[in-house]
């Protein structure tokens, strides 16, 4: 029997060494492809464009939509000379270079999924509101600052840190997308008008620089490495939906962190240790009253009720507790006591 194992665990070793020797001969075989040029050509060029509009001056006509997806390019000069370009999507592509777009002055939105860039950094178009960069090969975000920006994804790329982002000249960012990357800290993110910020699928432990998040609303967490919720505060006075699932966040005292947040309402614990613990959602409840969804399930009256009722009974046993200690310190204990007796447990 213990030979079957052997021969087993031999044979499954075996198995991954061809997986990843596979794996390593197709990552060769698609960095030999890069290496052929295909260069964009007027034929693409010509099935790609559409949506002919007025120029900026009303006085000529001219196309303001390219496609040209799945074509492996890797030259787009071509398209220097169409500066009345407003939607261009070269998504899947293997572009490594961008620059020929600097001349597009007028460029409104921009899709370059699924390239070789290995970097985001672009010549600043003043009316850029839309960029989509993800599943590149993107290791940082130094050199994004088109003043215009409002949508931002960098999903699936290879960034470690955002201390690189131009925070000066980002400041219509609303929507910033960073889920699958290599994040270990949220530092550098103090986007002042930002509403939406996905950070799902990182590697994030430690929650910095979230003062600055005034108008966020929505935050995503999700599968990150997280196990105390320090760094939220009052000044993200707008948040109200929280994604944390799938976490270490092994204690409900860490949840009480999240009373600094006056406007959350919607929370999200699922697959975290703290979600195992004995009555959990009536404990979060207690903790933030004002919450009205946990994982995705509105709180019932019945619950809300029963949650007063723990607050109201711990409250009064707090305060007993703090008279009987009063009693014994002299006039000096009853008065800290007294004190103390306004502030509410809520552990």
């Known amino acids: 029997m213990e030979g079957e194992e052997l021969e087993w665990d031999e044979y499954s070793l075996q198995e991954e060494g061809e997986e ?12 030999e492809q890069v290496l052929a040029l295909c260069p964009l050509t007027e034929e ?4 790609g464009l559409s949506l002919l509009c007025k120029t ?10 390219f496609e040209a997806k799945y074509k492996d390019l890797t030259d787009i000069s071509l ?49 850029l509101q839309i960029i989509s960069f993800a599943r590149n090969r993107i290791k940082d975000m130094e050199g994004i600052t088109h003043p215009c920006l409002a949508n931002l994804s960098l999903k699936g790329n290879k960034i470690q840190t955002a201390l690189g982002l131009s925070h000066g000249q980002l400041f219509s960012l609303q929507i910033l997308e960073l889920r699958g990357n290599m994040l270990e800290s949220t530092a550098g993110l103090n986007l002042p008008k930002l509403k939406n910020l996905y950070l799902a699928q990182n590697a994030i432990r430690s929650l910095e620089g979230l003062e600055g998040l005034g108008q966020l609303t929505t935050l995503h967490l999700r599968d990150n490495q997280l196990e105390t919720l320090d760094g939220f505060c009052s000044s993200m006075k707008c948040l109200q939906y929280l994604n944390l699932r799938n976490n270490g966040i092994s204690s409900l005292q860490e949840v009480a962190k999240l009373q600094v947040l006056p406007m959350l309402q919607a929370l999200v614990l699922l697959d975290n240790p703290c979600s195992d613990e004995p009555n959990y959602r009536l404990e979060v409840l207690v ?7 946990l994982d995705k399930e509105l709180f019932e009256q019945d619950e809300r009720a029963e949650a007063n009722k723990i607050c109201q009974k711990r409250q009064e046993e707090e305060e007993v507790r703090t ?25």
Not at 20 to 31: C, G, P, T, W
């Open 323 to 347: 008279a009987r200690q009063g009693g014994g310190e002299g006039s000096e204990g009853k008065e800290r006591g007294s004190n103390m007796m306004i502030k509410p447990l809520l552990l």
């Open 287 to 293: 903790l933030l009253p004002h919450l009205q969804r």
């Open 79 to 127: 398209l220097e000379c169409f500066i009345h370009l407003r939607y261009v999507d070269l998504s899947e592509n293997k572009l490594q270079d961008l620059s020929p777009l600097s001349s597009l002055t007028h460029l409104l939105w921009l899709k370059v999924d699924g390239n070789l860039l290995t970097s985001a950094c672009m010549q600043e178009l003043p009316y």
């Open 44 to 47: 693409v060029l010509q099935e």
């Open 20 to 31: 990843e020797e596979e794996e390593a001969l197709s990552e060769q075989k698609e960095e």
């Open 56 to 65: 900026g001056n009303g006085l000529a006509h001219a196309y303001v939509k």
